[in-house]
T-cell receptor, first 114, second 113 residues
Framework: DTAVSQTPKYLVTQMGNDKSIKCEQN?????MYWYKQDSKKFLKIMFS???????INETVPNRFSPKSPDKAHLNLHINSLELGDSAVYFC?????????????FGSGTRLTVV | AQSVTQPDIHITVSEGASLELRCNYS??????LFWYVQSPGQGLQLLLK??????LVQGIKGFEAEFKRSQSSFNLRKPSVHWSDAAEYFC???????????FGTGTRLTVIP
């Protein structure tokens, strides 16, 4: 049983399209995150939700919109995709409202915009 | 401002040799420190973590790390590297009151026969 699962694993799409990435965790964690990993492997926080409430919204284009229907799910919708959005997107979860126990990561979604 | 520095972008070691990956952090509060490993095409897996207490922590896969407050360091070590340890290693820092972890830029480990 996968603890944090993301779908799809790979996503190839054309510029200008709209796409979504889904994330689900079955760990009972309260907080979920989206990180973007660029081509140099740098991991940057994008969003964080605690019990469906947005608590982190970093400087991310407003083409990116997270949605958390319940505390086990955090989806990422991206409008008008651009070449620079190509990256690996990781979902993660943690206990409580602070990541003091560390994260559990999903296996990532590799997004390629052509 | 918080930051994590991993000075070595890429390290190559021979199988069976010892390994030390460096991590330095800058954080105003008492830090929580983590090491993660990322195998190709995979997500990040937690190797070990430090909150308080004994400054030498043991993790999975035979890894250990030592917290040195005076040097603001949390270096990862393994006495004998296996070919399967080839991967990207990330150091991360968090603290009470922080909403997320901050990651270093990673160190890529290559293991040669």
């Amino acid at each position: 049983d996968t603890a944090v699962s993301q779908t799809p694993k790979y996503l190839v799409t054309q510029m200008g399209n709209d796409k979504s990435i889904k994330c689900e965790q079955n760990l009972g964690h309260d907080t979920m995150y989206w990180y973007k990993q660029d081509s140099k492997k740098f991991l940057k926080i994008m969003f964080s939700y605690n019990n469906k409430e947005l608590i982190i919204n970093e400087t991310v284009p407003n083409r990116f919109s997270p949605k958390s229907p319940d505390k086990a799910h955090l989806n990422l919708h991206i409008n008008s995709l651009e070449l620079g959005d190509s990256a690996v997107y990781f979902c993660a979860s943690s206990q409580g409202s602070e990541p003091t126990y560390g994260y559990t990561f999903g296996s990532g979604t590799r997004l390629t915009v052509v | 401002a918080q930051s994590v520095t991993q000075p070595d972008i890429h390290i190559t070691v021979s199988e069976g040799a010892s390994l030390e990956l460096r991590c330095n952090y800058s954080y105003g509060a008492t830090p929580y420190l983590f090491w993660y490993v990322q195998s190709p095409g995979q997500g990040l897996q937690l190797l070990l973590k430090y909150f308080s207490g004994d400054t030498l922590v043991q993790g999975i896969k035979g890894f250990e790390a030592e917290f040195k407050r005076s040097q603001s360091s949390f270096n990862l070590r393994k006495p004998s590297v296996h070919w399967s340890d080839a991967a990207e290693y990330f150091c991360a820092v968090g603290a009470t009151g922080a909403n997320n972890l901050f990651f270093g830029t990673g160190t890529r480990l290559t293991v040669i026969p």
